[in-house]
């Protein structure tokens, strides 16, 4: 999708450039968001910029717009992008000066965001996914949607790797959530799913989950479980913005039940698309 955004400047592509002193390109200082767009519309798109400010400032940087401006540039974007069924990335650095780890005081916050046509995973929403079981190796500040992500990117390496979709990370035998969603067991007619600490990133799929599993009578415990637990779940998988609710058939060797797609999932997903639709409009393609 030709056009980029930087800072307030709508550019071509081929014209963006990176400074190679930009904080966000030596040390990974910067956050970002992914928002998914449905018919030329964002979901949760407020969430998703709150978090944004949420997230910035956890890392003391000062975001060189306002949510209204924000929001107006991405609108922007979609539109020359003519952007239907896809992704906004977008992210903030702290900007460029020379070479030091302390913050620097005169810099300038760097935004840049792109569009990108992204289909809804259809196929593997319906059929279920592979996932491996890894360490968490992360640091403890999982909550910042930090551009740091080497940890995310060795366990999802790993996984496909092992010809897995996503990598469930735990801590000393306790899942925290996968290497870039968040992870859920059913068992019974409870959900259980790590609570939002310092120790997992507060998915905005995560939350809409939890609201719809109210609305289809499924109960929700906001509580840690072991990797025992995982397997022993009736139900499990992962969500994720791109992903959404994505079941997890198979954990390492071994199937999830019957390695089909649950009853109370396959309730979620729906209720997901209904909310989608709700807010976005008609969905290109459904389970
Ligand atoms: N946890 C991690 C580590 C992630 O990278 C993501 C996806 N960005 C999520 C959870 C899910 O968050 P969201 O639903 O907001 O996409």
Same mark, same amino acid.
């Given at each position: 999708?030709?056009?980029?955004?930087?800072?307030?400047?709508?550019?071509?592509?081929?014209?963006?450039?990176?400074?190679?002193?930009?904080?966000?390109?030596?040390?990974?200082?910067?956050?970002?968001?992914?928002?998914?767009?449905?018919?030329?519309?964002? &979901? $949760?798109?407020? +969430?998703?910029?709150? #978090? !944004?400010?949420?997230?910035? %400032?956890?890392?003391? /940087?000062?975001?060189? &717009? $306002?949510?209204? +401006?924000?929001?107006? #540039? !991405?609108?922007?974007?979609? %539109?020359?992008?003519? /952007?239907?069924?896809?992704?906004?990335?977008?992210?903030?650095?702290?900007?460029?000066?020379?070479?030091?780890?302390?913050?620097?005081?005169?810099?300038?916050?760097?935004?840049?965001?792109?569009?990108?046509?992204?289909?809804?995973?259809?196929?593997?929403?319906?059929?279920?996914?592979?996932?491996?079981?890894?360490?968490?190796?992360?640091?403890?500040?999982?909550?910042?949607?930090?551009?740091?992500?080497?940890?995310?990117?060795?366990?999802?390496?790993?996984?496909?790797?092992?010809?897995?979709?996503?990598?469930?990370?735990?801590?000393?035998?306790?899942?925290?959530?996968?290497?870039?969603?968040?992870?859920?067991?059913?068992?019974?007619?409870?959900?259980?799913?790590?609570?939002?600490?310092?120790?997992?990133?507060?998915?905005?799929?995560?939350?809409?989950?939890?609201?719809?599993?109210?609305?289809?009578?499924?109960?929700?415990?906001?509580?840690?479980?072991?990797?025992?637990?995982?397997?022993?779940?009736?139900?499990?998988?992962?969500?994720?913005?791109?992903?959404?609710?994505?079941?997890?058939?198979?954990?390492?060797?071994?199937?999830?039940?019957?390695?089909?797609?649950?009853?109370?999932?396959?309730?979620?997903?729906?209720?997901?698309?209904?909310?989608?639709?709700?807010?976005?409009?008609?969905?290109?393609?459904?389970?």
């Amino acid at each position: 999708m030709g056009t980029i955004l930087v800072n307030d400047q709508f550019l071509d592509r081929e014209n963006g450039s990176v400074d190679i002193e930009d904080r966000g390109y030596q040390f990974g200082d910067g956050v970002y968001e992914v928002v998914r767009v449905y018919g030329g519309n964002m &979901f $949760t798109a407020k +969430e998703h910029l709150e #978090r !944004l400010f949420e997230s910035a %400032e956890k890392i003391h /940087l000062t975001l060189p &717009f $306002t949510y209204d +401006e924000l929001v107006a #540039r !991405l609108e922007k974007l979609m %539109e020359v992008n003519q /952007l239907d069924t896809g992704i906004i990335y977008l992210q903030v650095t702290r900007g460029s000066s020379a070479r030091q780890h302390h913050f620097p005081e005169q810099t300038k916050a760097v935004l840049t965001a792109y569009t990108k046509e992204v289909a809804r995973p259809v196929a593997d929403m319906t059929a279920g996914v592979k996932a491996i079981i890894t360490d968490d190796v992360r640091w403890l500040r999982c909550d910042i949607k930090s551009l740091n992500l080497l940890g995310n990117l060795l366990a999802k390496q790993e996984a496909v790797s092992k010809g897995g979709f996503e990598a469930v990370l735990h801590r000393d035998g306790t899942v925290t959530e996968g290497s870039s969603s968040n992870v859920f067991i059913i068992s019974g007619d409870t959900l259980y799913t790590h609570p939002a600490t310092n120790l997992i990133l507060n998915g905005i799929t995560r939350r809409e989950i939890l609201k719809l599993c109210k609305e289809i009578g499924l109960s929700v415990a906001e509580q840690a479980f072991t990797l025992e637990a995982l397997a022993n779940a009736d139900e499990v998988f992962m969500a994720s913005t791109t992903a959404e609710v994505m079941p997890l058939v198979q954990l390492d060797e071994t199937p999830v039940g019957n390695g089909k797609p649950g009853e109370w999932t396959q309730k979620l997903q729906a209720a997901f698309e209904e909310a989608v639709q709700k807010q976005c409009g008609s969905l290109a393609q459904t389970i």
